[in-house]
């Protein structure tokens, strides 16, 4: 009886004597943060960490650039731009091309249902986005929301339309040598002489016009469904919402200037996107090249 | 005017999460919404602890200055706040916060968000005091009945404290005095660096 005592008490022993050597041997890092000693700054600094996380990275720089820098840019866009063309209409003036020479065929019928179909939700992307920007003067709530409601579909529609557009005119729309000498000398826009630009099928302008609206609205649909959906690390959430207002305050840029072209800068051009056909005129001076290429 | 305040004392949180269901259950919070959650580190090691997070209702919140439609306010005590009808879910608040306080809902249209939702202090929100509005879209309004808030409130160790920043921060230097460590609350350097 007291044998089988010694014997399991033996045994009880050499298994805490293991359990003690294994403890201190795997365990031996834990041994030096015993509660009384550990820091309350590293803990602070663990807090920090995965409360906080990189909000030093850019979280002060979203903080400082949305309050107002991003609606400047925007109102600067919405001001300046017009304000330069009003003075281009009043000065120079709008350019027409008579319909005598003849008409070219320029766009088929499937080319202009993409591209109307881009026009209005692109248009309603960028209405409806300007009133998120200044959602303070609209004093947010319903009128705001559904703003930004319109905005999601919009930008849904676009995102199935713009591919389409940018496989219908990519070829036309790559870089040639003549487009430097258009953009120097602004695409005849400066002077009323009707003398031959050097443009393609499509000038320089409308290139980076469809550069910018569909890789860039492209960049816009890819950064726009983060920001609505939040599948990002909040870092890169604040970039997506950085780079969506800068990019987007250029849209609207280049969007009005293509209102500006085709509404006033030109007469008919409007007409030519409804119906295919623009004057021979009209092709053979700001398209000069289109015939040669 | 007192300056309302929260400050967790992490030498005293056990990592309950007492406050996390009080608040939730208390202010009827919809399921995916946490207001305040408890963050722990070293679990199950010597050098556990943990520290009860929700909106610390910052001096010159970045929420309030990125939100495009000054939807959120900040009451005389300190207190932020958001107006619920005026918030269009953008979801700049959440890029702005750097506690992750805002909180948003799914929402009925397209799968959008919708209005922010984030601590109150218990102190209801814009709609008015007691009505069923109030208590429906911000939950109970203690402050205005003269109680502190739920999670301060059923805080079993009273690591949790809330109220005003003179009385709180006077009884936590009491503590750290009588600890002898455990100077500086954990966030209040960083959320209350002005006043």
């Known amino acids: ?293 | 005017m007192a300056r309302m305040k929260f400050l967790c004392d992490v030498e005293r949180c056990i990592n309950c999460n007492g406050c996390v269901i009080a608040c939730k259950e208390g202010n009827k919070v919809p399921v995916g919404i946490n207001r305040r959650r408890v963050v722990a580190i070293n679990e199950g090691r010597p050098g556990e602890k943990s520290v009860s997070i929700s909106c610390m209702h910052c001096a010159d919140a970045p929420c309030i200055a990125v939100c495009p439609v000054k939807a959120i306010y900040q009451r005389e005590d300190g207190i932020v706040l958001v107006n619920k009808d005026i918030c269009i879910g953008c979801g700049y608040c959440f890029m702005a916060c750097p506690f992750g306080a805002p909180q948003f809902p799914s929402g009925q249209v397209f799968g959008a968000r919708g209005a922010m939702d984030k601590c109150t202090f218990c102190a209801g929100g814009p709609a008015e005091t007691f009505s069923e509005k109030e208590r429906k879209l911000y939950g109970q309004n203690r402050i205005a009945e003269g109680k502190p808030p739920l999670c301060a409130a059923m805080c079993s160790t009273k690591a949790l404290l809330a109220g005003d920043a003179d009385v709180i921060s006077d009884i936590y230097r009491k503590r750290a005095f009588q600890r002898g460590s455990g100077a500086g609350a954990w966030g209040w350097d960083k959320a209350y660096q002005d006043k």
């Open chain 1, 1 to 293: 009886m007291n044998k089988s005592y010694i014997a399991l008490w033996a045994v009880f022993l050499a298994s805490s004597a293991i359990a003690a050597t294994a403890g201190a041997v795997f365990c031996q890092d834990q041994l030096l943060f015993s509660p009384g000693h550990e820091s309350v700054t590293a803990a602070f600094q663990q807090f920090s960490s995965l409360i906080v996380g990189d909000w030093q990275q850019n979280g002060r720089l979203f903080v400082e650039w949305q309050p107002a820098l991003f609606r400047n840019i925007f109102f600067w866009t919405i001001v300046c731009v017009p304000l330069v063309f009003l003075v281009h209409y009043l000065a120079i003036g709008p350019k027409s091309f008579s319909h005598e020479k003849g008409e070219v065929f320029y766009f088929g019928v499937f080319t202009r249902l993409v591209h109307w179909v881009a026009a209005v939700f692109f248009s309603l992307l960028v209405l409806t986005g300007l009133t998120m920007v200044f959602g303070k003067l609209f004093g947010g709530g319903a009128l705001v929301r559904s703003a930004r409601y319109v905005h999601i579909v919009s930008a849904l529609i676009f995102a199935i339309d713009a591919p389409v557009m940018f496989l219908i005119w990519v070829k036309d729309m790559l870089p040639k040598p003549y487009d430097i000498k258009w953009l120097f000398m602004m695409g005849g826009y400066l002077s009323k002489a009707k003398r031959p630009v050097p443009a393609g099928r499509f000038n320089a302008g409308q290139k980076m016009w469809f550069w910018l609206s569909t890789l860039g609205g492209g960049y816009m649909a890819w950064s726009g469904y983060r920001m609505f959906s939040f599948g990002a690390e909040t870092g890169a959430l604040r970039v997506a919402a950085i780079i969506h207002n800068f990019l987007g305050a250029a849209l609207a840029g280049f969007f009005m200037i293509h209102l500006y072209m085709s509404l006033f800068a030109i007469k008919g051009s409007l007409k030519s996107m409804l119906t295919g056909y623009k004057p021979r005129e009209e092709v053979e001076i700001l398209h000069s090249r289109y015939h040669a290429d």
